[in-house]
């Protein structure tokens, strides 16, 4: 599987930003999906994830503002983020994971949100 990250940009605090990972080689249909971020200098965190049975899960930080969800037949997963902060500036990777447990990470698309 590989995986595509794209949407990311430089927004102003209070707008909006849609990701898409895009996956090509196989369906990710039956995969565990997640967007995860890297803010400058700390560690890698998770963002918010969705099962192949389309149960979601999010970061504290991002609930209610933040939403994933996957489109099957075009073989991606959406990030849409609303009412952006400052403190959401990050690098953020998707993440596919089978039900083998092997993983498949994107190259990361940045997200900058200025105050």
């Known amino acids: 599987v590989q995986l595509q990250a794209s949407g990311g940009g430089q927004v102003q605090a209070g707008e909006s930003l849609r990701l898409s990972c895009a996956a090509s080689?196989?369906?990710?249909?039956?995969?565990?999906m997640g967007w995860y971020r890297q803010p400058p200098g700390k560690q890698r965190e998770l963002v918010a994830t969705?099962?192949?049975?389309?149960?979601?899960n999010y970061k504290d930080s991002v609930k209610g503002r933040f939403t994933i969800s996957r489109d099957n037949p075009t073989n991606t997963v959406i990030l849409q983020m609303n009412v952006l902060k400052p403190e959401d500036t990050a690098v953020y990777l998707c993440?596919?994971?089978?039900?083998?447990?092997?993983?498949?990470w994107g190259q990361g698309t940045q997200v900058t949100v200025s105050s």
């Open positions: 080689g196989r369906s990710i249909s039956s995969y565990f």
């Open positions: 969705i099962s192949s049975g389309g149960i979601t």
């Open positions: 993440l596919a994971r089978s039900w083998s447990s092997i993983e498949y």
